[in-house]
Every structure is written in structure tokens, then in C-alpha cells.
């Protein structure tokens, strides 16, 4: 699969491993319109995700730099309470996952490549 340099890069620099299927065990906790999944280093993409890969790519790939950078158990715990803490403080289910930090930034990671060389 050919991906632009700013996402091989990312790959290279997380060590993290890409595939463009859900593994079977994967298929039955996830929803139709889920894209891509991080679990530890190994990002999941939903095959047939077409012109969204590369956003795709880059929110899962910030997602690997947190968990590089909190640990991988850290990282879960973290997200699930601050989910937890969001859906206490009265938000919505969706609300609540797209406030959690690790979200936030990982959505501004969609937009923006990381690295841009001049
Ligand atoms: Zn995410």
C-alpha cells in the first residue's frame, strides 16, 4: 500500500504496525461505522475505508504515540476514566468519547501532518 511519506515516517517512529483488516475476534465489539482501532502498536483498518485512510492513519497513529509515551496499561486506564469522568459530568456517550484528551489530540492529529519539512 503506498502512503504518503509523512505517514511512513510516523509508522517508522512509533513502530507501529499497520493492517487493513479486523482481526475475527476484533469484528464482534465493533461497529460498523468504526474505521480504524489502535491496540498497543497495532493500528486495524477496516478495509474499504478509501479516501479517509489517511486521516484515518494519522488519528491511530497519534493514539500510538500516546501509548508509546504513557505505557500501554496507562494509557487504557486513562482513557477509560476520563470517558467515565465526561459521561458523569452529564455528556452524551459520543460527547464523551470525542472530549477524553487522547481523543482530542488525536483528532487535531487528522488534520495536521506532524512533521512538515520546508
Ligand atoms: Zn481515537
Redesign the pocket.
Same mark, same amino acid.
Given at each position: 500500500m503506498k502512503l504518503p511519506f509523512e505517514i511512513n515516517e510516523a509508522i517508522a517512529e512509533t513502530r507501529a504496525r499497520v493492517r487493513f483488516h479486523y482481526p475475527w475476534w476484533l469484528r464482534p465489539f465493533l461497529m460498523e461505522r468504526v474505521g480504524a482501532i489502535t491496540i498497543g502498536r497495532r493500528i486495524y483498518v477496516r478495509s474499504g475505508v478509501g479516501e479517509h485512510l489517511h486521516r484515518l492513519l494519522r $488519528? %491511530?497513529l497519534e $493514539?500510538v504515540r500516546q501509548i508509546n509515551k504513557k505505557g500501554l496499561l496507562r494509557f487504557y486506564i486513562l482513557y477509560v476514566v476520563e470517558y467515565l469522568k465526561n459521561v458523569r459530568a452529564g455528556m452524551t456517550s459520543y460527547d464523551a468519547y470525542r472530549n477524553i484528551s487522547? %481523543?482530542r489530540d488525536?483528532y487535531a492529529a487528522e488534520e495536521v501532518p506532524r512533521s512538515v519539512d520546508v
Open positions: $488519528h %491511530e $493514539h487522547f %481523543e488525536a
